[in-house]
């Protein structure tokens, strides 16, 4: 398990608990660059999924859902990302790389919101707390299984044509998730101080 800088003691009641924690606390997004195959395979795939259902949901909405692409679905990806950027006016040298960043990670899983605005019991910020909570979960039930990944979103997430490869009718695609294999450790982002952001009411 890899070290955790500055870990103050853990108050986990269990072994199983301290190690679960100190796990979560070892993740960080790992860029598709860094990952290869294997990438996730269908259980794992499937426990994620579950892990997302996990996420603090009022009145059970699962206001999300997630479309998995890996080799032929990746080449689909890749081709849309590659039309995106022709009719951005990109090079020839430049619409490789869309395909690329397409192709990268071995497993590539769309985020999809299902918002419902008219929902009169629960609001829309409560249903979006819940599509974060998923991927939040997700992504930590992937670390916890030994890959890494990464949310990625940007422009093509909002570009009309990729949406509508992805979305049914009032859904939102709210970017992907990059999975697989790391090629080496995780690498932090920066120091992180919990007491920036705690306060006493």
């Avoid at 009719?87 to 690329?100: M, S």
């Avoid at 192709?103 to 918002?115: F, L």
């Amino acid at each position: 398990m890899p070290a955790v800088p500055n870990l103050p003691p853990l108050p986990a009641d269990t072994p199983e608990g301290e190690a679960a924690l100190k796990l979560l606390l070892t993740r960080y997004s790992v860029s598709a660059k860094h990952l290869r195959e294997p990438g996730p395979s269908d259980e794992a795939i499937w426990a994620m999924a579950m892990a997302a259902l996990r996420a603090p949901d009022h009145e059970k909405r699962i206001p999300f859902r997630f479309v998995v692409a890996r080799g032929e679905g990746l080449e689909r990806l890749a081709a849309l990302f590659v039309d995106y950027g022709r009719r951005h006016g990109k090079t020839a040298e430049d619409l490789e790389r869309e395909r690329e960043k397409a192709m990268q990670a071995p497993v590539v899983i769309a985020v999809i919101a299902r918002i419902n605005p008219e929902d009169e019991v629960v609001p829309v910020h409560e249903q979006w707390t819940t599509v974060g909570g998923a991927i939040a979960n997700a992504v930590n039930a992937l670390h916890f299984m030994g890959f890494g990944a990464k949310m990625v979103a940007g422009a093509r997430a909002a570009d009309p044509q990729i949406v509508a490869a992805h979305c049914r009718a009032g859904e939102t695609l709210v970017g992907w998730i990059a999975a697989g294999t790391m090629d080496g450790p995780p690498k932090a982002r920066g120091e992180i101080d919990p007491g920036a952001i705690l306060a006493p009411f």
